[in-house]
């Protein structure tokens, strides 16, 4: 199994997320980091794990007309081998060898079809869903010709919760279209969880708080 750490950018801090209730978001301060500085806040992470990647949700970007571009600049100099894999809504960064953009259900424009369609590869899909299911447009679901090969299952509600993930869901999602690169995000606690996800056919994993409060600190390499 192989973990992708996240952070949660907002007015220049890292953030930590709770279950999508983005409003009540307050700057990071863990025992993995006591600073919600992002480029301390990734060299508490490479404490764990040389990782080679790391995702970015600029919730600047997608809750306003602002956007985090320094930073990711910073990260990308300071931290070179890392590949960021950065969500900031739409429209999306373009892709380069050391930057995948990924494009969120939630910021699909009602014209996405043709935009999707022209989106030239690397990219990342990510199905966010909160308690009332997806969020963005619902014919995205069965217009699947539309994704590319890796997805993100976003459970938004379960986000910092240490619910577990969504099994159900992704079981559900996996069984109607094989063939794909699945990634889980949201609940994720410990090593049962990622068994029970390797058991499902996913093999990559967002994770923050089970990183933050040492629930997966003795994952050897990263990986189980």
């Known amino acids: 199994m192989e973990l992708?750490?996240?952070?949660?950018?907002?007015q220049g801090e890292v953030v930590l997320a709770y279950q999508g209730k983005r409003k009540d978001?307050?700057?990071?301060?863990?025992?993995?980091?006591?600073?919600?500085?992002?480029?301390?806040?990734?060299?508490a992470y490479l404490t764990l794990h040389p990782?080679?990647?790391l995702y970015i949700a600029d919730l600047d970007a997608i809750m306003t007309e602002k956007d985090n571009g320094i930073i990711f600049s910073e990260i990308r100099s300071r931290f070179p081998h890392i590949t960021l894999w950065i969500d900031r809504g739409w429209p999306p960064l373009p892709g380069h060898p050391g930057q995948i953009p990924?494009?969120?259900?939630?910021?699909?424009?009602?014209?996405?079809?043709?935009?999707?369609?022209a989106t030239k590869p690397p990219w990342i899909l990510s199905l966010d869903f909160d308690v009332n299911g997806l969020k963005g447009p619902r014919d995205l679901l069965q217009c699947t010709e539309f994704w590319p090969g890796k997805v993100i299952v976003m459970s938004l509600s379960r986000v910092g919760s240490r619910a577990g993930p969504d099994l159900a869901r992704l079981s559900s999602l996996i069984?109607?279209?094989?063939?794909?690169q699945w990634i889980a995000a949201g609940g994720i606690r410990n090593h049962q969880d990622l068994k029970q996800l390797q058991a499902l056919g996913v093999h990559t994993a967002l994770v923050a708080s089970a990183l933050h409060?040492?629930?997966?600190?003795?994952?050897?390499?990263?990986?189980i």
């Open 175 to 180: 069984r109607k279209n094989p063939g794909r």
């Open 102 to 117: 990924v494009i969120g259900s939630e910021s699909l424009p009602q014209d996405w079809k043709p935009l999707l369609a």
């Open 25 to 43: 978001y307050r700057p990071l301060h863990t025992p993995l980091c006591p600073s919600s500085d992002p480029l301390k806040v990734v060299t």
């Open 213 to 223: 409060h040492g629930t997966l600190k003795n994952s050897p390499g990263g990986r």
């Open 4 to 10: 992708i750490p996240v952070i949660d950018l907002y």
């Open 51 to 53: 990782f080679k990647y």
